[in-house]
């Protein structure tokens, strides 16, 4: 978000094309997001705010806003207080922890280890995999449950409880 440029972004605002600098190092050249709806609009939103700029950061630092200077790490701490307070969460959590509940969020509802890799932006499926497998685990156990009433309707949901 703090290296986002509106370059970035394609014409409908419904992706992200960028290098993303944490792993620059890395040579994996530009990736592609897709955005959710509610965060195309917000964008679209902002855009026309700002007078439907092709160029430049899209969110300036508030302090040095006549110079469209990019936000600087600490920009969100203020903010991010006041959201966990409003929630009412633990003071100590982390704003990075939003990217490890998005992943695990995910993984939880079912969706597939290679896509969530892909929307993580990890390089290898085995860094998705070392440390979001655990909550693929019990997933499992629920799959195998699925499959058996599949395969035997005959099986009450109080039998397969029984079993586990």
């Given at each position: 978000?703090?290296?986002?440029?509106?370059?970035?972004?394609?014409?409908?605002?419904?992706?992200?094309?960028?290098?993303?600098?944490?792993?620059?190092?890395?040579?994996?050249?530009?990736?592609?997001?897709?955005?959710?709806?509610?965060?195309?609009?917000?964008?679209?939103?902002?855009?026309?705010?700002?007078?439907?700029?092709?160029?430049?950061?899209?969110f300036c630092s508030p302090r040095h806003r006549d110079q469209r200077r990019r936000l600087s790490e600490?920009?969100?701490?203020?903010?991010?207080?006041?959201?966990?307070?409003?929630?009412?969460?633990?003071?100590?959590?982390?704003?990075?922890?939003?990217?490890?509940?998005?992943?695990?969020?995910?993984?939880?509802?079912?969706?597939?280890?290679?896509?969530?890799?892909?929307?993580?932006?990890?390089?290898?499926?085995?860094?998705?995999?070392?440390?979001?497998?655990?909550?693929?685990?019990?997933?499992?156990?629920?799959?195998l449950k699925r499959a058996e009433r599949l395969f035997n309707p005959s099986i009450t949901q109080a039998?397969?409880?029984?079993?586990?």
């Amino acid at each position: 978000m703090l290296g986002l440029r509106w370059e970035h972004l394609n014409a409908d605002f419904s992706q992200v094309g960028k290098v993303i600098e944490k792993i620059a190092h890395h040579g994996k050249g530009k990736m592609y997001f897709p955005l959710v709806t509610p965060c195309q609009e917000m964008i679209r939103v902002w855009w026309e705010q700002e007078g439907k700029p092709t160029e430049g950061w899209v969110f300036c630092s508030p302090r040095h806003r006549d110079q469209r200077r990019r936000l600087s790490e600490s920009a969100m701490r203020k903010a991010w207080k006041k959201v966990k307070e409003f929630g009412g969460l633990d003071e100590s959590l982390d704003l990075y922890t939003l990217r490890h509940n998005f992943a695990s969020q995910h993984l939880m509802a079912g969706s597939d280890v290679q896509m969530v890799s892909k929307l993580m932006g990890h390089s290898d499926i085995q860094t998705t995999m070392s440390h979001y497998s655990h909550l693929t685990q019990s997933h499992l156990a629920e799959t195998l449950k699925r499959a058996e009433r599949l395969f035997n309707p005959s099986i009450t949901q109080a039998k397969i409880e029984a079993l586990s």
